[in-house]
T-cell receptor, first 115, second 110 residues
Framework: DARVTQTPRDKVTEMGQEVTMRCQPILGHNTVFWYRQTMMQGLELLAYFRNRAPLDDSGMPKDRFSAEMPDATLATLKIQPSEPRDSAVYFC?????????????FGPGTRLLVL | GQNIDQPTEMTATEGAIVQINCTYQ??????LFWYQQHAGEAPTFLSYNVLDGLEEKGRFSSFLSRSKGYSYLLLKELQMKDSASYLC???????????FGKGTRLSVIA
């Protein structure tokens, strides 16, 4: 059955290292969302794309985070350099339709720990 | 700004009924979603309300009152596997994605 996939599932790294997270949206979906979830803040939207174009990345710390969609089957979220406060679960979700008008289907998440 | 409020935690007994409330103050409203998230897993879609009233789907029902900025998720015949976080999310007008609440962690006890 169709589902969003994310890699890696878990990542432990040291402060200052680059982290790249990948997401494969459900085939045919045209919107992709990146979220960060922590106990304190809950689910926070970092960035989202529609038809591969970035629509909003205001939730992302621009100096260290970047999100791209090199093609319709791959979305990436990069942190460089990483910091301990970036430790969280990062979810990718995809949907079909106008951004905000679709049900979002979430991937399993990448659990990131920055030491 | 956008604000969505849910209780942080709730506990209920197996076989009972529980109601999880969500209130929202947002710049416009185009629908409300409920998601379920088990510990260590991704959120999964439960329900969607855009008109006032009750939507029933098996043991789960979701209610919406747009005039009151209020929704609830009703879970009947609780099972241990219903222990999870329940996230309320609001769709606002324009080209913007969902605004999520922080979730309610439900514990079902024997």
């Amino acid at each position: 059955d169709a589902r969003v996939t994310q890699t890696p599932r878990d990542k432990v790294t040291e402060m200052g290292q680059e982290v790249t997270m990948r997401c494969q949206p459900i085939l045919g979906h045209n919107t992709v969302f990146w979220y960060r979830q922590t106990m304190m803040q809950g689910l926070e939207l970092l960035a989202y794309f529609r038809n591969r174009a970035p629509l909003d990345d205001s939730g992302m710390p621009k100096d260290r985070f970047s999100a791209e969609m090199p093609d319709a089957t791959l979305a990436t979220l990069k942190i460089q350099p990483s910091e301990p406060r970036d430790s969280a679960v990062y979810f990718c979700a995809s949907g079909l339709g106008q951004a905000g008008a679709e049900t979002q289907y979430f991937g399993p998440g990448t659990r990131l720990l920055v030491l | 700004g956008q604000n969505i409020d849910q209780p942080t935690e709730m506990t209920a007994t197996e076989g009972a009924i529980v109601q999880i409330n969500c209130t929202y103050q947002t710049s416009g409203f185009n629908g409300l979603f409920w998601y379920q998230q088990h510990a260590g897993e991704a959120p999964t879609f439960l329900s969607y309300n855009v008109l006032d009233g009750l939507e029933e789907k098996g043991r789960f029902s979701s209610f919406l009152s747009r005039s009151k900025g209020y929704s609830y998720l009703l879970l009947k015949e609780l099972q241990m596997k219903d222990s999870a976080s329940y996230l309320c999310a609001v769709r606002v007008p324009g080209n913007t994605p969902l605004v999520f609440g922080k979730g309610t962690r439900l514990s079902v006890i024997a």
